[in-house]
């Protein structure tokens, strides 16, 4: 069980980790930008919460934690693109992808799907570059409040970040039960109290990391429970 405080203000975006807090640190000239996000506009996402759990388990890379509210757009349509051209933060969502070598997106479902919010962010940017995940490797979560845990969405992501869009999906947690199997905290984070959850949330960073070191971060799902 580990303890992951977590603020809207951000304060472990862009940090640098400790080489002398890890044996196996890389060389610091190897280290690479993992950007963290949800696809919810919650403002009380548990999607949100759990990614800002995962974010504070990356021990070897750099991390900027966002919050997609932050760039808000109009529902995607055909006049609002050709009469006033992509909205200015599509363009800044876009350089933040290209500025960033991994991803960790948790993922809220939304009757077996992603939400509206993060559909129309995802088809938004796409029209600036469509493959703008660029084989990037991407470790996704989702969280329900009930047994599915987001599977449903899990698995269309899948098909849909690492197809047309062109991610690398090196692995996926689902976090059933979220309620009952976290525990919320004064400063805003949160603890994950199952164990399962909580290594196969660990295993997932660790992967992605591995990925980005330029091992075999081994592709699949890391299930917390059966």
Known sequence: MRACDGQRNEPWAGRIPDPSKSSTYPNIALMKKILVFSGSNSSKS??????????????HHQVKVIDLRDYPLPIYSRDIEKNEGIPANVLALKALFDEHDGFIIALPEHNNSFSAF????????????????????IALLAASPGPGGGRSVLAHAQKVLSGYLAGKVVGTVSVARFHQN??????????????????????????????????DAGPGENEPSS
């Open 46 to 59: 548990i999607n949100t919460k759990i990614a800002e759990y995962a974010a504070r388990l990356v021990a």
């Open 118 to 137: 993060f559909k129309n962010t995802i088809d938004w940017i796409s029209r600036e570059h469509v493959s703008f995940f660029e084989h990037k490797p």
């Open 182 to 215: 976290t525990e919320s905290r004064e400063a805003g984070g949160i603890i994950v109290k199952d164990e399962a959850t909580d290594e196969a949330i660990m295993a997932l960073v660790q992967g992605l990391e591995r990925d980005l070191m330029g091992a």
